[in-house]
Structures are given as structure tokens and as C-alpha cells.
């Protein structure tokens, strides 16, 4: 993890399903309702960040280490109960600057693992 910052975008369908059960409490003479959310939601997304380009990820063939502008963009599948979401992505990077055609990872998939904490 690193404080550096880093924007994206992300564009996608998205389907909510909701769950609701009335449950009588004889002695109080009122219902309790229970509220249950389930979601769907797949899409792409794009964004700008940064990544340590360094002689490791370069085969030895970078000079000094720096931090480079990276462009990434790819799919992302994302799966919610309640406050809680689960998302997994596959993407490609592509370096910004002149040492892309050195960077091991340039253009090369991923897949990334996201999770999330509804607070409100």
C-alpha cells in the first residue's frame, strides 16, 4: 500500500435485489422487519496511477528507480449482501513514459481481488 494518489473510472450494469421479512412479536404487538440487499454488477473501468519502475522491473536495464504514470483499464465483476462487497477485476497496465518498452508488465493481464465496506 502506498499515499500515492491514483483516479479511475468505472462504467457498468448494475441489478439490486431486495429481501424483506415482517417476523410478529406477540408480546409487543408490533413487527420487526428484516431487510436483506443482494447485488449484481459487471463493467469496465479505466484510470490513471502510479507504479515503482525500477531496475527489478525492467530486467536491469533501468538506470535509477522512479515512480511512473500508468494507464489502466479492464473488466471488473463486483458482488454485494447487505454492507458488504466483493469485487473481482482483470486488467492491463501500460506505462506512460519512454521506458514502457523495457517495463516487464507493460500491456501484461492481472487480476485483482476488491473489497468494501458500506458505512452508512
Do not use: C
Amino acid at each position: 500500500m502506498n499515499a500515492n494518489l491514483n483516479g479511475g473510472a468505472y462504467l457498468g450494469l448494475r441489478n439490486d435485489i431486495y429481501s424483506i421479512k415482517y417476523s410478529a412479536s406477540p408480546l409487543l404487538l408490533k413487527s420487526e422487519r428484516k431487510i436483506n440487499h443482494f447485488g449484481f454488477s459487471a463493467g469496465i473501468f479505466t484510470g490513471i496511477g502510479n507504479t515503482l519502475v525500477s531496475s527489478t522491473s525492467t530486467n536491469n536495464l533501468a538506470s535509477y528507480d522512479y515512480e511512473g504514470i500508468v494507464w489502466s483499464k479492464g473488466l471488473a465483476g463486483i458482488f454485494a449482501i447487505n454492507n458488504f462487497t466483493v469485487g473481482i477485476s482483470i486488467g492491463i497496465d501500460y506505462l506512460m513514459d519512454k521506458n514502457r518498452s523495457i517495463w516487464i508488465y507493460q500491456n501484461q493481464p492481472w487480476a485483482g481481488l476488491a473489497f468494501g465496506l458500506n458505512l452508512n
